[in-house]
């Protein structure tokens, strides 16, 4: 029985005395660092949740008129500031590592997670821990921003603003970097595999949203101390966000490390009901009467874990179901949160049991243990009936991230302090809420026809070179922001970057010169689709779209739009601007603005530098090395040894486009290479046919040299942030990409896999294009899709096109707009084919099949059937039920990715699909019977189904088969008295007979 607490709460001094007692006194005097607990290396991230405990009893000593509370407050005050520059120090001494990590994203290249209490130096070697923990750096620059705003001047010189503003990129790169984790090992088998984490991005999100324009001097500060942050660099970690919640990680299906992005300190989670709803997930699944289990399966310190080694053996997870150990730091969380809601009946239930919990030190004072976990002689007893067995106190005490947050929160639940104190920045509060802007376009007439064109239809436009601004290209954005804040000295720089729309929608100023920048898309070496006139015109509306609805900064949006004699010439072009000039789009307001109404009305960045631009083309300002030239990687294409004859050369010049093609690939077909002179032959061929829009032979020589789209890397990542993965190859060939790779990483894929077929080189990064845009717009196309196919895919595309299995050739005649048309289609859910068409399922089939889609539930009801078989085999591709279900649970991602991969191992995408209606109906049943065999051959019960269906059916199955399946059976609807699933339930009433 834990005796009450006899002590007057009210009383500030109460709360200095424990603080002084457990972290205080544990400061180091020389570094100022505060140690995990007595005599260990200092965690960044305890250290910084140590720092707001002390940080919180400052500013409540401010309050107070009392002389010798005063001295209490200078004190407090001066150890917050030495604890953060100790912190900021440690970090410091490792600088060379964040431009290094920034151009490897290299774990063992990044800042070291712990360092040495005493000396500040690092505590272990670069490989010796996992050292790669974004959240832990994101929440001391979180930490940073919010005292700096609180008045207390942390950092001192020059040098260590520019440290602090490399620290941006390295943050921001949590968007797409797995790490470590909270807990320090990865994924929960703890084999050290590195996950993208939600409480990484989401605190990454909230550090770049705090750091956005703060000045580290304070009050005293100028513009060279003003941090400068990226409008796109948050939005991207948000947009990440939301595609991880309400999970925490890969492996990790509720995870109580959110709690501090839901809340306090990071505030991160901007839709409510997203908020609401993680909240509500984390209480039903990890809540106990002792705290929160970190997540589901989770051995730390249970008593049947094995403590001489720090991985769990394959299978070893399921024996922790129900003993996990529970955590009252996370019960603090959720007080804290209550607090900042002012709910403060739910707060003081959850004050009251965080009490219980504390253990009580020889002077009376709570201290938070680190966890409480099961003896070993209650386990079976807590299996049987769990929640029913009492827990002991155990870890370290006090544990002090626990114990900081303790503080905090008896501070402001006695109010001692209030939430605005320790939020000066209003994270609480998240975005306004605000109506969505008016996205301004703003017209430039290359030359004067255009000028003329636009004036005809009464379109403001502003002319190219009239002055009133300097068109810049993306890259000499992206080279104002690589100049902003930085130091030589430091040896810190930026790396290149896409440029988003949210850049370049915003004007920059120097001195008396504005400078307005091209769309990135806009460019012509882009990539070849940008030339249909249709998929610009897409790419516009997309970006209008997104600056409507990711706008948060002053003023309006702004988008350029080039109008060029080709453009002039196009229908929709016309059709588009005059859309525009209504003043709504798809929703969205839009305005065709002046060069005035862009001055006024736009949102104006500062420069304190102007990058170097040695040339104009087209009247926009480039870099003298302009990085947006395409790259070439197709060397291999074109060979020394191989040269054209006498015939060729003399003939080649009267043929036409296509018709030059035509012999270049003959001569390819026969010499397996071109000479190196037909480079440049076929860079000529490559304008001519763009010219001509003949989208065959733009395709093959876009392929033959190498072209790479700029958004490449960008798509991919996208599309793999958002949970899915993408293969490339087929059969024993294919590979998977499932965590976002380097760019030289994206390029070897797509090398080595067009190799056979270069013109997959071209099309890969097409549909790539096209599928970004769409889960763009569309996330919900995504929906049951856990591995995007990209040969199955483009296979698929080839015979909606040609009506017969592939022709790559077919595939590559259509337009720009037709191939993302089509993809759009085949995503959405539509199919090419008449509704009454007999084939109408088969094709449904084969397309859901090659898109990999799943149905709702599909995944419980597999994980059921597992859970009472041993496997299930799918034409000798078994799937073993141990250690699947031992260690993973239902609704976490890598479960779901292990079955998309042992699905893929199916060749006929129409049969893949008949199998994961087989898998629905047996795992139905099996909730009503456990008589199915210990283990289920698949292939052999969809023989059986397809056998009852040729009785039932007289005259149907007799034609081709495809593994003993007929078309007709491929073309049953699932549903009905015909339907295949009721022919599946007829087979499952055999095998139980």
């Not at 102007?610 to 090395?625: A, D, I, M």
């Amino acid at each position: 029985m834990v005796p009450e607490f006899n002590h007057d709460e009210s009383d500030i001094m109460y709360w200095y005395s424990i603080a002084r007692k457990t972290i205080i006194a544990h400061q180091d005097p020389v570094t100022g660092l505060i140690p995990s607990y007595p005599g260990s290396d200092t965690w960044v991230r305890d250290c910084t949740y140590s720092i707001h405990s002390l940080w919180a009893l400052s500013l409540a000593f401010q309050k107070s008129s009392n002389h010798h509370q005063s001295t209490i407050c200078h004190e407090l005050r001066f150890r917050t500031i030495k604890a953060m520059q100790g912190l900021l120090h440690c970090l410091m001494t490792q600088k060379d590592k964040v431009n290094k990590f920034i151009s490897t994203e290299c774990f063992s290249d990044s800042l070291h997670a712990k360092y040495c209490t005493t000396t500040g130096k690092p505590a272990v070697g670069d490989d010796e821990w996992g050292h790669l923990q974004l959240d832990a750096t994101a929440l001391f620059m979180l930490t940073l921003a919010q005292i700096t705003s609180s008045g207390y001047v942390i950092v001192q010189s020059q040098t260590e603003v520019e440290f602090i503003q490399s620290l941006v990129l390295y943050v921001y790169l949590a968007y797409r970097t797995p790490d470590f984790g909270v807990y320090e090992r990865g994924d929960k088998n703890n084999r050290g595999i590195r996950e993208m984490s939600a409480c990484s991005v989401g605190m990454a999100k909230a550090a770049l949203v705090a750091m956005r324009d703060l000045n580290l001097f304070g009050g005293k500060g100028g513009p060279q101390s003003i941090i400068h942050v990226p409008p796109d660099m948050s939005r991207q970690c948000n947009s990440v966000l939301e595609s991880i919640l309400p999970r925490g990680s890969k492996s990790k299906e509720f995870e109580s490390s959110i709690m501090s992005i839901l809340s306090y300190p990071a505030f991160a989670v901007e839709p409510n009901e997203l908020n609401i709803d993680s909240r509500e997930l984390l209480a039903k699944n990890l809540k106990g009467k002792y705290g929160y289990k970190r997540f589901l399966l989770d051995g730390y310190k249970c008593p049947l874990e094995d403590k001489q080694r720090l991985h769990y053996e394959l299978g070893e997870l399921k024996s922790f179901t129900d003993i996990e150990c529970e955590w009252p730091l996370y019960l603090i969380y959720e007080w804290l949160d209550e607090l900042f809601n002012n709910d403060l009946d739910s707060a003081d239930k959850i004050k009251s049991l965080v009490e219980r919990l504390a253990v009580l030190d020889e002077d009376g004072y709570p201290l938070i243990p680190e966890l409480y976990f099961l003896p070993s002689d209650k386990v079976k007893e807590e299996k049987d009936n769990p929640g029913s067995q009492s827990r002991l106190c155990g870890g370290k005490i006090p544990f002090l991230w626990g114990q900081s947050l303790f503080i905090i929160a008896n501070l402001l639940h006695n109010q001692l302090l209030m939430i605005s104190d320790v939020d000066p920045l209003n994270r609480r509060l998240g975005p306004v809420k605000q109506p969505l802007p008016i996205v301004q376009v703003l017209l430039l007439s290359e030359n004067e026809s255009c000028q003329r064109f636009a004036e005809s239809h009464n379109f403001p436009c502003t002319s190219l070179c009239n002055g009133a601004f300097d068109v810049v290209t993306p890259p000499v954005v992206m080279k104002m922001w690589e100049d902003m804040g930085l130091n030589n000295q430091s040896n810190l720089k930026c790396s290149n970057q896409k440029v988003s729309s949210l850049r370049t929608s915003i004007l920059y100023q120097f001195k008396d010169r504005t400078f307005i920048s091209l769309p990135e898309y806009s460019l012509e070496s882009c990539f070849y689709n940008i030339l249909d006139n249709e998929i610009f015109i897409q790419e516009t509306i997309a970006n209008i779209s997104h600056l409507s609805h990711q706008w948060y900064v002053p003023g309006r949006p702004i988008l350029a739009f080039l109008l060029t004699p080709e453009k002039c010439k196009e229908e929709s072009t016309l059709r588009f601007l005059n859309t525009l000039n209504s003043g709504s789009y798809q929703g969205v307001q839009v305005k065709l603005c002046t060069s005035d109404d862009a001055l006024c009305t736009s949102f104006k960045k500062t420069l304190n530098k102007l990058p170097l631009v040695s040339r104009k083309f087209s009247g926009c300002f480039q870099l003298s090395q302009d990085t947006t030239k395409v790259l070439n990687i197709c060397n291999s294409n074109f060979k020394e040894s191989v040269q054209f004859d006498d015939t060729f050369m003399k003939t080649f010049p009267s043929l036409s486009p296509r018709e030059k093609w035509g012999s270049l690939n003959k001569f390819m077909l026969m010499n397996a290479s071109l000479p190196c002179e037909a480079m440049i032959i076929v860079q000529e061929l490559y304008k001519s046919a763009c010219k001509q829009k003949d989208w065959y032979v733009v395709r093959h020589c876009s392929s033959l040299l190498g072209h790479v789209h700029n958004s490449l890397f960008d798509d991919v990542t996208h599309i793999l942030v958002n949970q899915s993965q993408i293969s490339f190859g087929t059969g024993q060939e294919e590979e998977t990409i499932s965590q976002p790779p380097t760019a030289l990483m994206v390029l070897d894929f797509l090398s080595r896999h067009s190799d056979k077929k270069f013109i997959l080189f071209a099309l890969y990064q097409e549909v790539l294009s096209y599928l970004c845009q769409i889960v763009k717009k569309k996330k919900e196309f995504l929906k049951g899709i856990t591995t995007i196919r990209m040969d199955c895919l483009i296979k698929l595309i080839a015979k909606e096109t040609s009506n017969e299995e592939c022709d790559l050739e077919k595939m590559c005649e259509l337009t720009p707009i037709g191939m993302y048309n089509l993809i759009y289609q085949l995503f959405s859910g539509g199919i090419s084919v008449d509704e009454v068409d007999t084939l109408t399922w088969d094709k449904r089939r084969y397309i859901d099949g090659s898109l990999n889609r799943v149905p709702n539930n599909f995944h419980q009801f597999l994980y059921t059937l597992l859970c009472h078989t041993t496997g299930i085999d799918l034409n000798g591709n078994f799937l073993v039920s141990f250690p699947i279900v031992n260690e993973m649970t239902v609704g976490e991602p890598q479960f779901s990715i292990t079955i998309s991969n042992w699905l893929e191992k199916t060749p006929y995408p129409q049969l893949r699909q008949l199998y994961v209606e087989a898998i629905m109906i047996l795992g139905t049943l099996m909730k009503s019977t456990d008589t199915l065999p210990n283990e289920i051959n698949l292939h052999t019960f969809v023989l059986k189904a397809h056998k009852i269906f040729q009785q039932d059916v007289a005259g149907n199955g007799s034609g081709d088969l495809l593994c003993g399946i007929s078309k007709e059976f491929l073309s049953t609807p699932p549903t009905g008295h015909f339907g295949t699933l009721n022919y599946f339930a007829q087979a499952v009433a055999q095998f139980i007979n």
